[in-house]
C-alpha cells in the first residue's frame, strides 16, 4: 500500500462571529494516500472549501493536526517552513478571479518560481515554457494576457502554475465548475494524465458526483462540518450507506438510461440545509433524514467502518454493518 | 394540431459595441404549443438568454439591435407591439424566472412589497383591495411550500435562503396567471438537494396551472428529466430539436454528440475528450455553419452556406448538411 501523503485528525477549525460560532469543519478526519485522488463533496456551506483551506494554510486550524508526509504542519502558511508550502498547491474555482488581469501569463507564472528560486540553466522564461509545454499550451501563450484567452484556458494557466514549483500534492477546489462540460472536459482529461505522469496527489472538492464517479479513487461526503460517510469509488456508488448520500444521489440528474438505474430509487429530498451557526443537536442531518429514529435529535452518531474501507457516520448502522 | 403558442422566426440579434459589431443571434427559429414544456440547451455564451429576453422584449436597445426576425404570441408579433401592449403582456401573458435570485429580487423592499406588487399590476380581476391581495400573495407562498407565509410577507430578501428566495420568484411568476413562463436556469445557483426540490415544485405548479414553459439550462441532465421537446443552441442558433426522449437516444448533430459524451456519467466510463476550440468570436463568426472550425465532420459545403433545418426523422430536425438527404 502506497504511503500516506496527507492526514487530518480530527481537524476543527471554528470561525466566531457576531451570530455566534460557525464550526464550519467540526471533526474532520481522513487520509489521503500517494497517487490517490480523494473526492470531498458537499453542498455549499458544507465546510469543504474551509477544509482545503486549512490544509494550505490560508486559515490555521482551531484544533485538529494536518500531517504531511508524516509532518506536522497544523498551523498558518507563514508559520511553515517554505519547502512544505512548495510541496502544495491549489488550484481554485474561478481563474476569472485568480490570475491577476494586469500581469502577462509570464509573469503570472514566474512568480512561484521566482518565490522558490527554481531555475533552470536557461532561467525563468524557459522554465516557463516548460510549464507551458506540460499543460499543452502553445509558448507563444506566455505573452498573453488572462483576458485574451479563454476560460477554460484560464485554468489551464492556473493548473501550470500550481505546477511550477513541483509539488506533490494539489487541492483541486471545483476546478470546472465554472466552466461548461465539453470545456470541463478537457481540462479533467489533462489533470489525470498529469496525475499519471507527474505522481500527483489530489484532493479533488466538487458539487458534482458524476465527475467524482470518473476522477475520484474515494469519495468523502460531508454535510455541515463533518464527514458523513467515506468510501472508495465503486463501492460509494454501489452502496451507499447514508441516507443524505443516498439523497444526494437521486438527486443527480443524468442524461441516459443505465445511469437511471444506478441510482437509488427517488427519494424526495426536503428541508432547507440548517444555517452553519445554528447546527441542529444530535445527529445535525436528522432535519431532513427519511429515516429519522428518536436518539438521532440526540446523540451525535460516530464514524463506524466497514470491510473495504467503508467508512459512515449514521445511527442506523450502530448494531454494525 | 394545438396552436402555436410561441413562434419565434428568423430571429438575428446584434449588439452594437465597441469595434464592432457583435453578431449574436444568427436566424433563431423556434416555436411551441400551447401546454408544452420545451427546454433550450446550450453552452455558456450561445445566445440563450438573449433568446429568453427578446421574447419579452427586455433586451437594451442600443446596443442590442434586431435586423431581422419576428416573434409571435398568440398569433401577434411582438417585437411590432407598442409599449401599452407589451406592458400587458409581461403582466399578464409572459412571466419569467431568472437565474440568480438575489439580483430578481429588490433588496430594499419586503418579500411582501414585492409579491403584491406583482400580483396587483397582474390581477385579472381589477380593483382588489389590498387585504384580498395579501391573501392572495399568502395563498401563492403556500403553492411554493414555504413555512409560516405571514411571516415570510414581512422579510427581507437577505433574510432567505437561496432556495427559498428562487421559490418567492416561482412564486411571483407564477401568481400570474401567464400562460407562458420562461424559467432562464432557475437552479443553476442551487445545490443539488435543493435543486431537485424547486424542480420538483415548478413541474407539479406548471402542470396544475396548465402554464406552457421554457426551460433554459446548460444542463443536459435536467432537460432529460424534466422536458417533453428540446432545442439544441449553438453560437446563436438552433443546431437540433426534438422530443426529449427521442434526442436523447439518438443525438445526430456533430456537436450534441459531442455535447453528450462530454457530459461525466455515473456508469463511471470515463470521461470523453470533449469538443476542441471554442465558441466562435461573435464579432467575426465563421461563415457558412457556425460550427464548423469544431467539427470533426466538416465538408466544403459547410464552410460556405448556413445549414437550415433538415428533416433526420418525424419531429427532429437537423441543422447540418449531413441529413440533407
Known sequence: MAAETLKLINLKKYFYTKMGTVKAADGVSFSIRERETLGLVGESGSGKSTVAYTILGIYGPTQGNILFKGQDISRESKKRPKHFKKEIQIVFQDPGSSLNPRRSIKQILELPLRVHHISGNGGFTEQVEKLLNMVELPSEYMYKYPLAIGGGERQIVAI??????????????????????SVQAKIIGLLMELQEELNLTYLFITHDLSLMRNMATRVAIMYLGKICEIAPTVEFFKSPLHPYTRILLSSIPVVSREEEELKPKKITSRGEIPSPVNVPPGCSFHLRCPERMDICSQVDPEITGKEKGHWVRCHLYDKGL | MAERLLDIKDLHISFDVYGGTLKVLNGVNLFMYEGEKVGLVGETGCGKTTTAKSILKILPVPPARIPKGEIFFKRQDVLKMVPKEIQRIRAQGISMIFQDPTAALNPVFTIGDQLMEAIKYSSIQDGLSRREIRKLAIQTLQDVALPDPERILENYPIQLSGGMRQRICIAMALATESQ???????????????QDQVLRLLGVLVKEKETSTILITHSLGIVREWTQRVYVMYAGGMVETARTAELFESPLHPYTQGLMKAVPKLTGEGIAEGISGRIPDYLNPPEGCRFNPRCPHVMPVCKKERPPFFNARDDHQVACFLFKE
Do not use: G, H, K
Open chain 1, 160 to 181: 501550470a502554475r500550481a505546477l511550477a514549483t513541483n509539488p506533490s500534492f494539489i487541492v483541486l477546489d471545483e476546478p470546472t465548475s465554472a466552466l461548461d462540460v
Open chain 2, 180 to 194: 407562458l413562463l420562461i424559467a432562464d436556469e432557475p437552479t443553476t445557483s442551487l445545490d443539488v438537494t435543493i
